[in-house]
């Protein structure tokens, strides 16, 4: 069974940096893509990033230069650093792990609460 264990989010005040780690129990080479995604109260899940196998990256317009996705292979782990925060992106953030047209894996998610 695949886990994915994030950590990292916390209170911080706008304007501020967090950087959220998700780690994998198996190797991220082994799924097509690893992503972000982030659910505020009483909202949908909405997409915030993705990197695939391959390196290339999607993201929100809302977090298009304020975010960045990267992975470590080495460490089986998928970094979202996140920049010039704003009240808005308050949410549970949860990492993903998709394996295309067979399964999505989920984490428990990490709370990011911004302050304005």
């Known amino acids: 069974q695949v886990q994915l264990v994030e950590s990292g989010g916390g209170l911080v005040q706008a304007g501020g940096s967090l950087r959220l780690s998700c780690a994998a129990s198996e190797s991220i080479f082994s799924f097509n893509a690893m992503g972000w995604y982030r659910q505020a109260a009483g909202k949908q899940r909405d997409l915030v990033a993705t990197v695939t196998s391959g390196g290339a990256t999607n993201y929100a317009d809302s977090v298009k230069g304020r975010f960045t996705i990267s992975r470590d292979n080495a460490k089986n782990t998928v970094y979202l650093q996140m920049n010039s925060l704003k009240a808005e992106d308050t949410a549970v953030y949860f990492c993903?792990?998709?394996?295309?047209?067979?399964?999505?894996?989920w984490g428990q998610g990490t709370q990011v609460t911004v302050s304005s």
């Open positions: 993903s792990a998709h394996r295309y047209g067979i399964r999505d894996y």
